[in-house]
C-alpha cells in the first residue's frame, strides 16, 4: 500500500503546538516515484486515445499529426525541465528544540527494553548523515544572499533552525521577520550565490492547469534534494477550516482562512511545508502548506498561498525584516438572509460601525448592503473581509452600496488592522526622542482600549512605547496617550507624524486628545535631545 497517498491520517496531539503542519521525520519507499510513473504512462495513453479519435480510429494517421506518445513525451520533457530550473531553490529545514530540559536536538528519550531507565539517543550533528531532528519542513530560496521564504506556522519559540540546500551544505538559519497574517516567514543564512526562485503570477492561474510540487515530504528531502510530485490546479480561492485554538476570536487568524489557497490534487504530505508549487515555466505559484490539514486529519488535497500581489507585498516586507500591514474598513458584517439570496441578491449587510473608523467616516451606515468593493462583487463576510484585508494600508478603496432603494457610491481610506499573533521583525521600530507611535487601529485588541469604546472619530496616533529617562518620556508622554497634533498641524497617521517632527530642532509641542481624567493637559512640550 502506498503509504504516502493512503487514508487519511491523524495528528498527534504533540505535533499541535506552534507548528502543527510539521511531523517527526518519517520515511517512506518509493511508491511516490512510482505513483507519479504512473499518472504519465495514464495521461500518455489518454492522448494516445484522444489522437485516436481525431482521426478517426485510422491505422495511418495524417503525418501532420503529433501522436499522442509524442505529445506526452513532450509534457514528460516539460516537467523535467521546469524541475530542473527550479528545484535549486527548494531547501530542506530542520527545526530543533533548544530549550534546556529536553535533548539538544528535540530527541525524545529511548525506553529500554530490558527495563531499565529511559535513555537519550546518540546526540548527532545536524552536518552527520545520521542526524535526526523532531520536525521538518521546506524552503524557497528567495534572494541569492541566504534569504529563505517558508510558512509561519513552521516556526516556534525555543528552536534552531538549519538548512540544506540543494548542493547539500547546511547552514543554520535565524528569522528575518515572520507575519502571522499571512501566514509567511523568512529566515536568513550566511550563504550567498543562492539560486532564487522565479515568481510566477497566480492570478492567471486556472482550473485544469498542470502544476509540480518540490517540497520534503516526513524529511525525505533533508538532504536538500527536493522531492517531485505533480497534478492540476482542481480549485481556487479555497478557505481554510477555522482553527480551534487561537487569538483570533473568529478562529480565522491568517487571510487564507477567508479564501485564497490554491487547491491542487498534487499530494502535499505534512512537511511539505514551505516548498515550492510551480507551473511548466519553472515559476513559483504557490507556497505549499498543510495549513488546512491541522485540524485534526491530513487533507486528502493539497493546497498553497497563491502568489499574488499580497504576497508579493508580505515578502517584500519580511525580506527588509519589516512589519506586514493590512487595511482596515471597522465595520461588523453580516451575511444575507437565505430569502434574499433566494431573490438573487448579494453582497453584505453592515451589522456595526466602529466610530470614527474608515468605514464610519466614508458614511457607512447600519443595514447597509456592500455591493462591490472597487468594482469586485462580494459575496459573504468572509469575502468583504479578505477584500479590504488584503489590501495595504492608507489605501482608498471604492465601495457600491445598497441603501434602501438606491445604490451610492462610498469612498474610504483604508487605516491599519490589529494583527492577532505574534509577529517577528528584525528592523527596529522608528521612533523620535524616546517615543514610538502606532495607528489607534492597530491597538484595538490592546488592554487600554476596547473595540466599541476608542475615540476614532479624532484625528490622532497611539502612544505605543516611551523610552524611559527620554526627552518624551520627561515630557510626560506615556503609552496609551493619543497625540492629535504636532507644534498645531494635526496628525492622522505615523507617516504623518514622523514627517511633521523630521528636522525639528528644539522644543516640540505635542497636541493630545482628551482621556476624560481630572488632571488632563492638552499638551506636551518635548525637550531637544
Keep these: 500500500m502506498d503509504r504516502s497517498f493512503g487514508a487519511a491520517r491523524r495528528i498527534r496531539p504533540s505535533d499541535r503546538s506552534l507548528g502543527p503542519e510539521m511531523q517527526r521525520g518519517q520515511w517512506i519507499g518509493d511508491e511516490h516515484m512510482l505513483t507519479v510513473n504512473v499518472r504519465i504512462a495514464v495521461l500518455g495513453c489518454l492522448l494516445v486515445v484522444a489522437g485516436m479519435v481525431r482521426t478517426g480510429w485510422s491505422q495511418t494517421p495524417p503525418s501532420n499529426e503529433v501522436s ?52 537519550l ?130 478562529g480565522k487568524p491568517t487571510l487564507h482562512h477567508f479564501g485564497t489557497l490554491i487547491q491542487t490534487d498534487a499530494k502535499l504530505s505534512m512537511g511539505t511545508d514551505g516548498g515550492a508549487l510551480i507551473n511548466l515555466k519553472g515559476e513559483m505559484v504557490g507556497l505549499m502548506t498543510s495549513l488546512p490539514a491541522v485540524a485534526g486529519f491530513e487533507s486528502a488535497a493539497g493546497y498553497a498561498y497563491p502568489v499574488d500581489e499580497t504576497f508579493l507585498r508580505a515578502v ?60 469586485e462583487p462580494i459575496y459573504d463576510k468572509d469575502g468583504l473581509v479578505l477584500a479590504v484585508g488584503r489590501l495595504p494600508v492608507d489605501k482608498r478603496v471604492d465601495l457600491d452600496v445598497q441603501r434602501e432603494d438606491r445604490v451610492v457610491k462610498v469612498s474610504a481610506r483604508l487605516t491599519k488592522y490589529p494583527v492577532r499573533g505574534k509577529a517577528i521583525v528584525t528592523v527596529p521600530p522608528r521612533r523620535w526622542r524616546g517615543i514610538q507611535v502606532e ?35 520627561k515630557a510626560g508622554l506615556r503609552r496609551g496617550m493619543l497625540i492629535e497634533s504636532v507644534d498645531g498641524r494635526p496628525v492622522r497617521t505615523p507617516k504623518e507624524f514622523f514627517a511633521l517632527v523630521r528636522g525639528k530642532k528644539g522644543e516640540v509641542v505635542l497636541g493630545l486628545v482628551d482621556d476624560g481624567s481630572r488632571d488632563f493637559q492638552p499638551t506636551r512640550r518635548v525637550p531637544a535631545p
Excluded at 552527520?128 to 510558512?151: K, M, N
Design 68 to 119: 499522442g506518445l509524442a505529445a506526452a513525451a513532450a509534457i514528460e520533457s516539460a516537467m523535467v525541465q521546469a524541475i530542473a530550473r527550479a528545484e535549486r531553490s527548494v531547501v530542506a529545514i530542520a527545526r530543533v528544540r533548544n530549550n534546556v530540559g529536553t535533548s539538544v536536538l528535540g530527541l525524545e528519550p529511548r525506553p529500554d527494553p530490558f527495563g531499565g531507565a529511559a535513555r
Design 121 to 250: 539517543p546518540t546526540p548527532a550533528q545536524p552536518t552527520d548523515p545520521d542526524f535526526q531532528a523532531g520536525d521538518y519542513l521546506a524552503g524557497v530560496v528567495i534572494d541569492p544572499r541566504g534569504l529563505i521564504l517558508t510558512t509561519y506556522r513552521g516556526l516556534g519559540e525555543n528552536y534552531d533552525y538549519y538548512v540544506t540546500t540543494h548542493d547539500r551544505r547546511v547552514y543554520r538559519a535565524w528569522i528575518k521577520g515572520a507575519d502571522p497574517r499571512s501566514d509567511l516567514a523568512v529566515l536568513q543564512i550566511d550563504a550567498s550565490n543562492l539560486a532564487p526562485i522565479r515568481f510566477g503570477n497566480a492570478s492567471t492561474l486556472r482550473k485544469g492547469q498542470i502544476v509540480i510540487a518540490l517540497g520534503n515530504p516526513f524529511a525525505i528531502a533533508r538532504d536538500g534534494q527536493a522531492c517531485a510530485s505533480w497534478g492540476i490546479i482542481a480549485n481556487l480561492g479555497r478557505k481554510a477550516p477555522p482553527l480551534p485554538s487561537t487569538e483570533e476570536p473568529t
Design 316 to 375: 517584500d516586507r519580511l525580506k527588509r525584516g519589516e512589519e506586514v500591514e493590512y487595511g482596515f474598513l471597522g465595520v461588523q458584517p453580516e451575511d444575507l438572509s437565505l430569502d434574499e439570496l433566494v431573490r438573487g441578491m448579494h453582497g453584505i449587510r453592515v451589522d456595526r460601525v466602529v466610530p470614527g473608523a474608515p468605514g464610519d467616516r466614508a458614511g457607512l451606515r447600519p443595514r447597509d448592503v456592500i455591493l462591490r468593493v472597487d468594482g
Design 439 to 473: 495607528y489607534t487601529t492597530a491597538m484595538l485588541d490592546s488592554e487600554e482600549i476596547g473595540l466599541w469604546g476608542l475615540p476614532l472619530d479624532r484625528d490622532a496616533v497611539f502612544v505605543v512605547d516611551v523610552e524611559r529617562d527620554s526627552p518624551a518620556w
